[in-house]
């Protein structure tokens, strides 16, 4: 992951979901500080802080090593954030409390 100033390698996965939770936050003119596993300069597990909102240039290219530091719970997190961002979208359902449709909750 690239940013102003520097770089750091971390899971691809950890950097999907990072760069898709900036989307969000610049949709919204809001920002955030997130603790990310990063991998460091001797291969080492390390966390790395990310003030991330409107303003935000992140460049996320595959790296050697890259999966060492991925991490389910943080993914998670940052994806239950970003959810917490979009507007709350009405869902039809039958009798029985079953959805009328099979809707995408991660869409746009």
Do not use: K, W
């Amino acid at each position: 992951m690239h940013y102003t100033g520097g770089s750091v390698v971390m899971a691809d996965d950890v950097a999907e979901a990072l760069i898709q939770y900036a989307r969000e936050l610049a949709a919204t003119q809001a920002s955030d500080v997130l603790v990310v596993p990063v991998v460091d300069e001797n291969g080492d597990l390390a966390t790395a802080e990310f003030l991330i909102g409107p303003a935000s240039q992140l460049l996320a290219v595959p790296a050697e090593g890259a999966e060492s530091g991925r991490d389910q719970d943080v993914i998670d997190d940052i994806d239950r954030r970003a959810r917490l961002l979009r507007p709350p979208t009405a869902i039809a359902r039958d009798e029985s409390g079953s959805p009328l449709a099979d809707l995408d909750s991660s869409a746009p």
